[in-house]
Structure formats: structure tokens, C-alpha cells
């Protein structure tokens, strides 16, 4: 796989589609694994990391779930492909920036990406579109334990997996949904929301995950106690508290719409306004102006747009996709009126 190629495929976690896929963006499980009698990664000497990566390496290319990925070494990668993909959800941040014995695994359709020597040796992801904690569940479960018959994990009785981070320990499991909220912000009802969900041991970030901060409305719910609970216990919590939020955020919609909806109908169409005529953009602003556009598109107040361009926009206008598209790195006014030419293309058609 050509990750050039993946400009002209749309992301897992962006088609639009699944259940509730309005409120939901996105549901991601991410299960984290070590090896047996090998150091964790931030332990191990450079010949003991690149030791882990064959023996990872080898192990996958007997998975039969993996044959249809690519084993992408960072060490081999230039800073825009590796942002690339952080941009597409497929690794995070810090791996792409620490790239010494470490790698990425992808498969065509993103829906499963795998970090290799992150925090953990292995950090397995799969994403669904739309509220889908289950499938997601359904699908890395049967590649975990695929893996556990080519490679032996770290486990212990009384502990469950062994991870680098205590609170990562049991099942290794993390389950996080990606929100679009922009209702309960536009009600300032957004605090308290977010309090709630504090007190219940569930954990909120932006866009992209750990470290990053709420932006265009988007907030990723995820569970932070892994030991103790089953894996179907915790999918069930985070369900749960989803369903809840969702409810909510329609009653605040729905609360916009009759009662203000002169006011949120100005602000969808000045957002709509500026994208199609503003020659230069940020990268900020976009998202925030196209979360406006993406609640009118949902409201039916925008009746030309539908949800999947918008959301196509949101990602093919980061930093990184900007100069794939060129071909070439772009300094940041560059990128800022290549990504206003974009939009303006894709949206007055």
C-alpha cells in the first residue's frame, strides 16, 4: 500500500455512516499488549527495540487477520508521512515523533492500525464508524487472539496483561467514542457534562486523543480503569454513559432549533459563507467553521452538502494531507491558501 493512496480513500472513522453517526463520529477499542521476558519499550537498549520489532514483525506476518496491512518502520519515514498518519487517526502523536525501533501497521480499509514499540510493544486499534463500540470489539478481539497464537504476551493471573503504565494493566483495554457536540456548547451546558463524565472515571480529549485539547466541538470519551471489569463490562459502561450524552445533546438541539433558530441558522450560513469565499484559512478555524456547517447539514438547514463531504474536508485539510496532495512541503501561509482553494472547490460545486 501506497499511503498516497489513501488521499482518495475515506477514513474508518470519517464515512459518516453507523449508528447515530450525527452525534457519533466514531468508535475506536485499543487493546495494549507486551511480550513475555522482554523489556518494555521505554526500557530497552536499541538492539533489545530492534530485536522486539523482528520478532513483532515476524510474528504478524503469520496472522492471517494482517495480510491484508502494510508494516510501515518510522525510521524509514519522512516527518510528513508520519504526520500523515497521525492526522488520519492510524498512530499517535508521540510515536511519530520517537521513531528509533518503532513501526505502524495498516491496513487498507483503516479500520486496524497497530503501533509497535509505543508506551507498549503492542498497541492494537480498530475503528467503526458511527457508534459501533461492539463490531469494533468483535473485530480486535479475534485479531488479539490470532496474535496470542504467533506471540506470548506478558500476563500474570492476578494482573491480566502486563502494560508499561500501571493503568493500562488487566485487560490493556481502552474504548473511546468520538463526539460532535456542538449544541451543548452552544448551551454552555458543556461544563457540566463534562463534570459528570469526571466522576464516573471516564476521561475526555480533543481530536487527537491524549494531549490534545476539545476543538471544533469534538470530544473523545474514552474509560480509564482497565483491571477489575471485563472487556464486555467496560464496552457496556462506555455504551451507556454514550447513550446518555447523545440523548442529551439531541434535547439540546432540538432546544436550538425551536427557540433560536434564527441565531443558529446566521451562524451555520456565516460559516458556510466564509469557507466558500475566504482565500486564505487556518487549519483551526476550518474545523470550527465546518462543526457550524456539519450541525446545519444534520439539522437540515444545509440541504446541498451532505454529511460525508464535510467530513472529508475536516481531514484532507490538515497540514500533512495538504502537502501530500502538493507533493511537497508548503510553509504555513502556503497550506493556509491551498486549504481555501480546497474548500472553496469542494464546496461550491
Known amino acids: 500500500m501506497e499511503l498516497r493512496n489513501l488521499l482518495n480513500h475515506t477514513s474508518e472513522w470519517l464515512k459518516g455512516s453507523g449508528p447515530n453517526s450525527d452525534i457519533v463520529i466514531s468508535s475506536r477499542i485499543r487493546l495494549a499488549r507486551n ?9 530497552a537498549s536499541k538492539k533489545q527495540g530492534e530485536e522486539t520489532l523482528d520478532k513483532i514483525k515476524e510474528g504478524f506476518s503469520k496472522v492471517d487477520y494482517l495480510k491484508d496491512t502494510t508494516f510501515l518502520e518510522l525510521a524509514k519515514m519522512d516527518s510528513i508521512d508520519k504526520q500523515f498518519l497521525v492526522e488520519r487517526h492510524l498512530m499517535s502523536l508521540d510515536h511519530a515523533q520517537k521513531t528509533n525501533s518503532k513501526a505502524v501497521v495498516v491496513d487498507d480499509e483503516e479500520i486496524v492500525s497497530i503501533m509497535v514499540n509505543e508506551e507498549d ?54 474504548g473511546s467514542v468520538m463526539l460532535h457536540l456542538p449544541a451543548l456548547v452552544m448551551s454552555q451546558a458543556i461544563d457540566r457534562v463534562l463534570a459528570a463524565i469526571a466522576k464516573l472515571s ?44 447523545i440523548e442529551q445533546e439531541i434535547q439540546a438541539r432540538e432546544v436550538l432549533s425551536s427557540k433560536n433558530s434564527p441565531l443558529l441558522e446566521d451562524r451555520v450560513n456565516r460559516s458556510l459563507g466564509v469557507l466558500r469565499s475566504a482565500r486564505i484559512i487556518t487549519s483551526q478555524e476550518t474545523t470550527e467553521l465546518l462543526s457550524m456547517v456539519r450541525l446545519g447539514s444534520d439539522l437540515g438547514m444545509v440541504k446541498d452538502i451532505d454529511r460525508r463531504r464535510i467530513n472529508e474536508l475536516f481531514i484532507i485539510t490538515q497540514p500533512a494531507h495538504l502537502q501530500k496532495i502538493e507533493d511537497k512541503k508548503l510553509s504555513s501561509q502556503e497550506r493556509d491558501i ?11 460545486i
Request: hydrophobic share 40%.
Open 121 to 174: 510493544h503492542i498497541r492494537m486499534q480498530v475503528m467503526q464508524s458511527g457508534f459501533n463500540l461492539y463490531e469494533a470489539w468483535n473485530i480486535i478481539n479475534k485479531i488479539d487472539e490470532a496474535i496470542a497464537e504467533k506471540l506470548d504476551f506478558a500476563f500474570m493471573s492476578d494482573w491480566g496483561y502486563l502494560t508499561a503504565c500501571p493503568t493500562n494493566a488487566g485487560t490493556g483495554m481502552r
Open 338 to 348: 491551498k486549504r481555501a482553494q480546497i474548500i472553496r472547490e469542494k464546496l461550491n
Open 202 to 245: 471516564f476521561t475526555t480529549r480533543g481530536l487527537y486523543g491524549e494531549g490534545t485539547q476539545a476543538m471544533g466541538n469534538f470530544f473523545q470519551i474514552s474509560n480509564q480503569i482497565s483491571l477489575g471489569p471485563s472487556e464486555n463490562e467496560i464496552v457496556e459502561s462506555i455504551n451507556g454513559l454514550i447513550r446518555q450524552i
Open 35 to 43: 511480550l513475555s521476558n522482554a523489556s518494555f519499550p521505554h526500557w
